[in-house]
């Protein structure tokens, strides 16, 4: 008879949703060996067994943010601040952005991270030379909180040798006004500035893996999808990574999708060896990642039916045959898909491409291809994502924080239909929540609020209809985030035969009024057994 080595007792564990409640869990070599009734549970305790007593308290699979960005989280971690909470007035942005400076070389970058305009008082994206005069002696670069805009001062423009007459690129734009530089740069033509900050080295891409995944355990999470590996320093992440693995840094298990737009990495990696499924159950090369188009924040993602005021509708990052090409290539070599696409024009473009790419020789089925963010879907569109398989990884974390802005962008009508998780569950899929970080909060527990009441952070309600149960919300942030991994036979339950990945929560979110959910917070997190996180020292 094997013992236990930990006992968990003394409160509510949630098994999974089909699997209900139990009042005791046993973990033994790094697995789950019971969970059941407290007294038969019990039984499995020796003399060496360690008990933890919920004292009321729950229990839960541990948290798999599904698609977030790890190791860019870890360095924004290090940059000007200038999330919404945190600034609301272009006072307070220069402010930031000038004390940044003050404390930087001078002709060294000062970055930012986090802005979101709609939220400052000028409701307006900051200018070039106002980041100049803030800075007037380093280059400025600040991203938008989607990551799809950012700003530049005119030293970063004159550092990328980018001017007024400079052409738009491909799948990105400088916006212009009366024939000058504003300094708003949208999406791929973001690229041409961030060529010239120097990248982090190959100490700096570890801590801050370990920076990321530290945090991450701080709130109960024991596994994330690094959703677009070598974006910022190429193939130096992928060592990054195998250091972190080897050296026991990387604090949360990783599901690593790499970067497959053409300036990304994903022939580099295959020329190295790096293949679908290499890895193991800390590590793992799994998916690969394109972009299809934008963010509504931003008036990028492709729409079929124009934004509210101005008459666009978007933009995709490459021609439809280039897009197209792309997806089946990863296709065929095996991939993954996780394709971005916001837009309902975007998104049926992305089932359209895949559709084409399912063949005899390479057939879709079993594959389980994602479509990121999936969030303003058209007709027939979740139909078609049903026959095929395809899986929404969706953030429901964007309505609370950009919900208004939504109705702005597209109309109410619009808005009310962006993450139809209700739609989904009944149709028998399986969306898999994420965060997006750096781009929204990592904190779960506003997201399984938000997934509950529908609720934006100005109180507004959208698509009330779609609205699922604090176990549903759960569910998508465990088990639906493994089903995405392949893994959910290992993970993303607490029942015998499963990894002991665990949160326990100081308090019964089951059982609060969803309004309360948000101030929830994980006090022990375990990952296969050992301890990843202990705010109390409950494990000495």
Known sequence: MSYADILIEGGRIFRGLHDGFAEAVAIHDGRVIASGKRHVVRELAGPHTRRIDLGGRIAVPGFNDSHQHLLPLGVTMGQVNLRAEAVTTLDEMLSRIRAAAQGTA??????????DHTELDIRRHPTADELQAAAPNNPVFITRTCGHVGVANRAAFQLADIGHNTPDPEGGAFERQGGQLTGLVLERAMRRIRDHIPGPDAAALVAAIERAGTHMASQGF???????????????????????????????RAWLCLAGNPEGIADAAWEAGIRPMQGNDMMRF?????????SVGGRTAALSVPYENDGGTGMYMFPEPVFRGLLA??????????IHAIGDAAIGLTIAAMEEADSAE???????????????????????MVARGIVPVPQAIF??????????????????ANNPLRTWLDAGLHPAAGSDAPVSTTDPFINIATMVTRRTNHGTILGASEAITVAEAVHSYTWCGAYTQFAEDRRGRLVPGQLADIAILDRDIFSLPPQDIPATRADLTLRGGRVTFDRHNEMG
């Open 329 to 338: 290539k990863y296709h065929r070599q095996g991939w993954q898909l996780a």
């Open 286 to 294: 799994g998916a690969m990642k394109v972009f299809c188009d934008g």
């Open 362 to 384: 390479f057939p879709i089925a079993a594959r389980r291809h994602r479509i990121e963010h999936c969030e303003f879907l058209g007709a027939g569109q979740t139909d078609r």
């Open 222 to 252: 024991t596994a994330v999808m690094d959703a677009n590996v070598g974006m910022i320093a190429g193939m130096a992440e992928i060592e990054a990574y195998r250091v972190a693995h080897d050296s026991a840094r990387l604090p949360v």
């Open 106 to 115: 001078k002709g060294a970058w000062v970055l930012g991270r986090g802005y």
């Open 399 to 416: 309505l609370h924080e950009f919900g208004d802005n939504y109705v702005t962008a597209i109309g109410r009508a619009r808005a009310q």
